[in-house]
């Protein structure tokens, strides 16, 4: 039974790794407690779906401004002072959105803070991916997804349905001072992590000449390509996130408690897919699981869309959510075992753009759908779409669904000769 468990001895083999893991756990959770928060801050004050959409497009405009410059950032710099300087950045941050709930209660405020933050983390995002591809050995690449995967999903269970207590009992400045001592956490963890000069960093190449070189490199792989668009149009088409507060309050006629489970179902479903992913460890043809993981996604999610009782409706999310938790398992596995580490921090920029920016605009696409046809029909018409892209994404790139992982083979080859 063991077998089909995620391998978490990585933690205790490689110690500087645990340290930047735990860190990141445990900042994480706070800020799925602060993804519930927020929405329904702007809800609770404007009644509007599309204003709760809105948050994700200005979120995406941040995105998309700092992204690139930050992956750039990630191979020209050392990263430990980079996510230094990112982690204080988001820690202050969040002591804003504290102060907005104490005293202000401004939606401009939030707005800007949400924004902004996203603007970091698109900085502090490519950096802690390089970095981590950094510290571990190649052929630990697999059972670093496999548990990365589970810290996903486990903080997406727990910081909403946490959050949606501490909205319902607490409130919201408590909410946002925990998220507070998270950030503070992660730094102190990251300063026990030893810092490691970037291979390659001493090439002086200037901004535009070394975005150029990463660019050419994924548009010159098909694999890289397929898993960025299969993805990107998966969450812009199938992700209505933006929708649960109005589903929580009317559709169900619930309180916020059932909001935090709305957004934690998805990671229910992912965290019983890590439990088993020791099972799919030896799956080769990346491309492929990753086109009928995200297709398979759209199927729950037109479901979802479908559901009148909240207990089915969470039922569809868990499901979907198993699907893009395999998705992403093999996503980033695909990503860690095919860009050199002297690229890691630009790829790791456009990933960012693919998984962060769909969702974003995910939110924007929902809900302004959804306010003007309504809620089922946003939900159904984004699963319809999402198969349909993803279908389409295979067609044009057939190298994607293709590509066949080869890690792990040549030292078997070798053994093999030897004997």
């Excluded at 969470?314 to 050199?340: K, M, Y």
């Amino acid at each position: 039974m063991l077998k089909y468990l995620p391998d978490f001895s990585l933690l205790r083999r490689n110690r500087p790794f645990a340290f930047l893991f735990c860190g990141q756990w445990v900042s994480f959770m706070g800020s799925m407690m602060t993804t519930v928060a927020i929405p329904y801050q702007v809800y609770q004050a404007t009644h509007s779906t599309a204003w709760v959409g809105a948050i994700g497009l200005v979120q995406l405009a941040a995105l998309i401004l700092c992204a690139l410059w930050g992956g750039t950032l990630a191979d020209k710099y050392h990263r430990k002072p980079l996510l230094l300087w990112t982690g204080s950045l988001l820690t202050l941050g969040s002591l804003c959105l504290v102060f907005n709930a104490l005293a202000l209660n401004s939606i401009l405020v939030i707005f800007l803070l949400a924004a902004s933050m996203l603007g970091v983390i698109a900085i502090d995002r490519p950096a802690r991916e390089a970095f981590t591809q950094q510290i571990l050995q190649k052929e630990d690449f697999a059972r670093y997804s496999a548990i990365n995967t589970f810290k996903n999903n486990f903080c997406m269970i727990i910081g909403p349905a946490v959050g949606g207590l501490l909205i319902a009992h607490a409130g919201l400045v408590v909410l946002y001072t925990v998220d507070l001592a998270t950030y503070l956490f992660a730094l102190l963890t990251l300063l026990a992590v030893p810092g490691h000069p970037n291979p390659g960093a001493e090439r002086k190449v200037a901004f535009w000449a070394s975005l150029k070189e990463g660019l050419q490199f994924a548009a010159s792989r098909q694999s890289l390509m397929g898993s960025y668009s299969v993805d990107f149009f998966a969450m812009v088409f199938g992700m209505p996130m933006a929708l649960f507060p109005a589903m929580a309050l009317h559709t169900f006629g619930s309180s916020a408690s059932a909001l935090g489970w709305l957004y934690a179902a998805p990671a229910i479903g992912g965290l019983a897919f890590s439990l088993v992913s020791g099972t799919v460890s030896k799956i080769k043809r990346h491309g492929l699981a990753i086109a009928i993981s995200a297709a398979f996604w759209g199927v729950a999610i037109i479901l979802f869309g479908l559901s009148h009782s909240l207990w089915l409706a969470l039922l569809f999310l868990a499901i979907a959510g198993a699907f893009d938790a395999a998705s992403g398992l093999f996503r980033q596995t695909l990503w860690n075992e095919t860009v050199p580490n002297t690229l890691r921090g630009r790829m790791a920029s456009l990933e960012m753009l693919s998984y962060m920016s769909g969702p974003k605009l995910g939110d924007a696409e929902a809900g302004f759908v959804a306010s003007i046809w309504g809620i089922p029909a946003s939900i159904i018409s984004g699963g319809i779409l999402t198969i349909i892209s993803v279908l389409a994404c295979c067609l044009a790139l057939p190298e994607f669904t293709g590509y066949r992982s080869t890690v792990g083979e040549r030292d078997t080859d070798l053994e093999a000769g030897g004997a």
